[in-house]
């Protein structure tokens, strides 16, 4: 399975020549289409036709024995494959990488380029971020994690039996006792359950958390969460520890994500938009996004799902530009133009941790040029505090 250390790795990578870095990605047909075959075949068309071009272009170096690789297992492809797959290659720096991803690509794509394209994988990560279920009720806890798709139950935690004293036999003469020792290993084990989930923020083991109980439970782990752990709690669903299906908890869990990254969206939307108005930590539009991030200011990134701009990339110091020049504005040697500038935005934003966010059909992003950025901070702005202290 594909790590953020794996998509890290990829974005580092910088090409020598403008068709070493090859990246293949295959969609297998959704269910409901029936001809399977058609997507194996035009992912093997993609490869000949990318292959041909090398040849046509003279380059018969790597590039082709990588493609002639893709090609081989695009031909072991038969379209009834239920993960999709991304392959990232480049012979001359011994690469080859490849993943199975849940198949929620947009197409079965090739690309060959001076860097990976990741677009596509960016996009899955940021909308299947690792995510913990907790199944609870006052003897049980069922832990499951979700991720890229997978689901899997995990360990239980099971309340201890109360302990049957010597007084059992005797009527009532221990009850009261038994019933306080009762609520006591009740209120224990919710207080595990919920140091269980501390343990798992602390150490990064979740992005995101979501609880299954009845409503009565709810009031009896809620007030154990810590700040902490409720600050990843995406929502909570209805639902019984002995018989909930593995089909109802992915259900409720994708319809909770669905809803709370359309939430999460939204929200940042607004947020960079009013604070671009402002002057604050917000900025809009090609240009000023380009030099946010060289700043090293942003700290999320916002674009349309179907966002790309040309531009040009310095090739000596890598300033990137969005007016289409011939020679660098930072260090005067020359630039190279880029078809779109999200071949280069996308690896640089992942190598400096920013968050990627995409956008599909928003009229407010689409007003400001379909590309945004929220900031950590503002240089400009920090300059003039450092100066007035
Ligand atoms: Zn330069």
């Known amino acids: 399975m594909i790590t953020r250390e794996d998509i890290r790795e990829l974005a580092q990578f910088q090409g020598s020549g403008p068709d070493c870095a090859i990246s293949f990605y295959f969609q297998p047909p959704r269910p409901s289409n029936k001809s399977h075959r058609e997507e194996a075949i035009l992912a093997k068309d993609l490869v000949r036709h990318a292959l041909r071009e090398t040849e046509k272009n003279g380059r018969t170096g790597n590039a082709r024995a990588d493609l002639q690789r893709v090609l081989d297992l695009a031909a072991g492809l038969h379209g009834k494959?239920?993960?999709?797959?991304?392959?990232?290659?480049?012979?001359?720096?011994?690469?080859?990488?490849?993943?199975?991803?849940?198949?929620?690509?947009?197409?079965?794509?090739?690309?060959?380029?001076?860097?990976?394209?990741?677009?596509?994988?960016?996009v899955i990560l940021g909308a299947q971020p690792h995510l913990w279920l907790v199944i609870v009720d006052r003897h049980r806890a069922r832990f499951f994690d979700l991720h890229l798709d997978e689901l899997k139950e995990r360990e239980s935690l099971f309340r201890a039996l109360p302990r049957r004293g010597r007084g059992d036999g005797f009527a009532g003469y221990d009850a009261g006792h038994a019933e306080r020792s009762v609520n006591d290993e009740i209120l224990h084990h919710f207080k595990n359950v919920t140091e269980y989930l501390k343990q798992g923020q602390e150490r990064g083991a979740f992005?995101?958390?979501?609880?299954?109980?009845q409503e009565i439970n709810w009031h009896d782990v809620e007030p154990h969460l810590h700040p902490y752990v409720k600050k990843r709690l995406l929502g909570r669903f209805v639902a019984d520890v002995g018989s909930v299906?593995?089909?109802?908890?992915?259900?409720?869990?994708?319809?909770?994500?669905?809803?709370?990254?359309?939430?999460?969206?939204?929200?940042?939307?607004?947020?960079?938009?009013?604070?671009?108005r402002s002057n604050g930590r917000g900025v809009t539009g090609l240009r000023r996004v380009?030099?946010?991030?060289?700043?090293?200011?942003?700290?999320?990134?916002?674009?349309?799902?179907?966002?790309?701009?040309?531009?040009?990339?310095?090739?000596?110091?890598?300033?990137?530009?969005?007016?289409?020049?011939?020679?660098?504005?930072?260090?005067?040697?020359?630039?190279?133009?880029?078809?779109?500038?999200?071949?280069?935005?996308?690896?640089?934003?992942?190598?400096?941790?920013?968050?990627?966010?995409?956008?599909?059909?928003?009229?407010?992003?689409?007003?400001?040029?379909?590309?945004?950025?929220?900031?950590?901070?503002?240089?400009?702005?920090?300059?003039?505090?450092?100066?007035?202290?």
């Not at 995409?358 to 920090?382: S, T």
């Open 81 to 122: 494959e239920t993960r999709a797959k991304a392959v990232f290659a480049c012979g001359s720096r011994n690469i080859w990488r490849e993943f199975d991803l849940p198949p929620l690509l947009p197409d079965t794509q090739l690309f060959v380029n001076r860097r990976f394209h990741l677009k596509a994988l960016a």
């Open 207 to 213: 992005d995101g958390l979501i609880i299954g109980c």
């Open 245 to 276: 299906t593995e089909e109802h908890v992915r259900e409720q869990a994708n319809r909770i994500l669905r809803e709370s990254l359309d939430q999460h969206r939204r929200g940042l939307l607004s947020e960079v938009l009013g604070q671009a």
């Open 290 to 389: 380009l030099r946010s991030l060289e700043m090293g200011e942003v700290q999320v990134l916002i674009m349309g799902e179907n966002y790309s701009a040309h531009a040009v990339e310095c090739a000596s110091c890598g300033h990137l530009d969005a007016h289409i020049v011939r020679y660098c504005p930072v260090c005067g040697r020359s630039t190279r133009e880029l078809e779109d500038v999200c071949d280069s935005i996308v690896p640089a934003a992942i190598r400096r941790d920013v968050e990627l966010l995409y956008m599909k059909d928003e009229p407010a992003l689409d007003h400001v040029g379909n590309i945004a950025a929220l900031l950590r901070f503002r240089a400009d702005q920090r300059k003039g505090i450092a100066a007035a202290s």
